[in-house]
Every structure is written in structure tokens, then in C-alpha cells.
């Protein structure tokens, strides 16, 4: 299984909603990641998580709140969110924080009204 | 990477021709570069990587080329074919440091039949 599956593919959510996009993996990796897009733009980082601590906080909104339980699941919970947040959220994988070749998931797309 | 704004470049290149997308990168300190595909709707995917201590790596029609003099990377596309078409993102990494992957901006190789 060289997959990463994200949960939702689609989400539309109010700006006083409060939801959650989920990501799992079952490679064994040990880094997880998430990512934003927007259109036309490049993948951004915002978290990485390494044996299921964080490594890494972009300097991320607190309306971002990340949680890994265990190594093959990655949780992002979302709340408040502004219509600016709009994007395409992108889990991905890799063997180990510093193991540069990530493997993504298909995305959630994300629209906030 | 370099910023390009609300559009992407894109390349339009005769399905069999061959292609060559091009990334410019800042970070001398950059030793291991990577080309993700991306098609619509779907997340990131690996085609090739290559590290600083190389000039050259092939696969399976793809070449990558690194000239770290001028920090430029290219990826060359042989018998381009319609399933090619998609955004094209180079992204780097240091290997001290923060060691997380830092995506260019994209290019749209766009294949005409």
C-alpha cells in the first residue's frame, strides 16, 4: 500500500463551523505533513510531525490545530476559519522527517463561506 | 523558487516532441532537488529526484539536469504524450537545518495531440 488517503475530498464550512479533514497512511512512515494550496500556487508547508511529535509549526493560525494520534493518522481540525483559508489541504508522507521524498494524498478541497 | 504571480507559465509543446521545464532556486545551501506532477485534482506526485553532488540523473523518459553554478534546475520531458500534460513543481531541501521541502512555483505543460 503506497497510498495516503485524505478525508474529505470536498468540504464547504461555515466561519463558525467546526470541522476536521483527516489523513492516513499505512507505509510505516514516520513523518507526516500538511500542506496548503492555493490556486496556481505552489504547496506551502504548514506542520510536520515526526514519530508523532511536532517538528515543525509554520507559524500557522491557532485556527489550525493539528493532532497526529498515532503513526498512520494525521488529523487537522479547523475552526473559525476565515474565507481566505479557502484551498486545497494536502497530507503528505515521508520515511522520516529529513527523507525528502514525500508521498501526497489527492487533497481536500476546502471552501469557506 | 521564483514568484510568477497569478498565472502560471505555461509550456505548449506537440504531443512526441520533447519538453523541458525549467526551475531557478535561491538557496546555495539547497543540496537535494525534486519534480513533482501534479494533475488537476489530485496531489503531488514523485518523478524524479537528484542530489547536489550530481549534474545528471535519468529515468523512465525524464532527465533531470542541475547546474549549481547558475542554481538552475530543468526537467526534460522525452516523446511528450498527452498524459504528461499537468503543473510541473520543482522543490528543494537542505539537508542541516530545516531539512523540510520548499516547492517552487509551477509550470502548466500543456501537450496538443
Known amino acids: 500500500d503506497t497510498e495516503v488517503t485524505q478525508t474529505p475530498k470536498h468540504l464547504v464550512m461555515g466561519m463558525t463551523n467546526k470541522k476536521s479533514l483527516k489523513c492516513e497512511q499505512h507505509?510505516?512512515?514516520?513523518?507526516m505533513y500538511w500542506y496548503k494550496q492555493k490556486a496556481k500556487k505552489p504547496p506551502e508547508l504548514m506542520f510536520v510531525y515526526s514519530y508523532e511529535k511536532l517538528s515543525i509549526n509554520e507559524s500557522v493560525p491557532s485556527r489550525f490545530s493539528p493532532e497526529c494520534p498515532n503513526s498512520s493518522l494525521l488529523n487537522l481540525h479547523l475552526h473559525a476559519l476565515q474565507p481566505e483559508d479557502s484551498a486545497l489541504y494536502l497530507c503528505?508522507?515521508?520515511?522520516?522527517?529529513?527523507?525528502?521524498?514525500?508521498?501526497f494524498g489527492s487533497g481536500t478541497q476546502l471552501s469557506v463561506l | 523558487g521564483e514568484s510568477v504571480g497569478l498565472h502560471l507559465p505555461t509550456l505548449s509543446v506537440q504531443e512526441g516532441d520533447n519538453s523541458i521545464i525549467n526551475c531557478a532556486y535561491s538557496?546555495?545551501?539547497?543540496?537535494?532537488f525534486i519534480w513533482y506532477k501534479q494533475e488537476s485534482g489530485k496531489g503531488p506526485q514523485f518523478i524524479i529526484d537528484i542530489r547536489s553532488n550530481m549534474d545528471k540523473r535519468q529515468g523512465q523518459r525524464v532527465t533531470v539536469l542541475l547546474n549549481k553554478t547558475v542554481k538552475h534546475l530543468s526537467l526534460q520531458i522525452a516523446a511528450t504524450q498527452p498524459g504528461d500534460s499537468a503543473v510541473y513543481f520543482c522543490a528543494e531541501k537542505e539537508d542541516t537545518g530545516r531539512r523540510a521541502l520548499t516547492f517552487g512555483s509551477g509550470t502548466r505543460l500543456q501537450v496538443q495531440p
Open positions: 538557496n546555495s545551501a539547497s543540496d537535494y
Open positions: 507505509m510505516g512512515h514516520r513523518a
Open positions: 503528505a508522507s515521508s520515511p522520516g522527517y529529513g527523507n525528502e521524498k514525500l508521498f
